[in-house]
């Protein structure tokens, strides 16, 4: 089992900047993708940006150009800087990944969540 640990959310105002931390922890596993998704009250989760091991990077439309995903891939860890934040960004944002190769189990794990709010 692949454990996820987030931490980095909090409260802040409108325009100004987050950074989100999310550390994979386990006996043995092969990341494949790291990243996050998001849920605000009321809404379904939805992609925020996710980070493959080669390299490969996708975005969602409304963080394009604000949030930037990035992995340490020797720590197995995942960031996300978030810029320009706006209130419509506040949610429960969620540290994802997957992963497996040929000889170990495939897996997906989530976070517990970790809440940001952008007061207006």
């Known amino acids: 089992q692949v454990r996820l640990v987030e931490s980095g959310g909090g409260l802040v105002q409108a325009g100004g900047s987050l950074r989100l931390s999310c550390a994979a922890s386990?006996?043995?596993?092969?990341?494949?993708?790291m990243g996050w998704y998001r849920q605000a009250p009321g809404k379904q989760r939805e992609l925020v940006a996710t980070?493959?091991?080669?390299?490969?990077?996708v975005y969602s439309d409304s963080v394009k150009g604000r949030f930037t995903i990035s992995r340490d891939n020797a720590k197995n860890t995942v960031y996300l800087q978030m810029t320009d934040l706006t209130p419509e960004d506040t949610s429960v944002y969620f540290c994802y990944a997957d992963g497996g190769s040929e000889i170990l189990p495939p897996f997906v794990s989530w976070g517990q969540g970790t809440q940001v709010t952008v007061s207006s």
């Open positions: 980070k493959t091991t080669a390299g490969n990077t």
């Open positions: 386990g006996k043995i596993f092969v990341i494949n993708t």
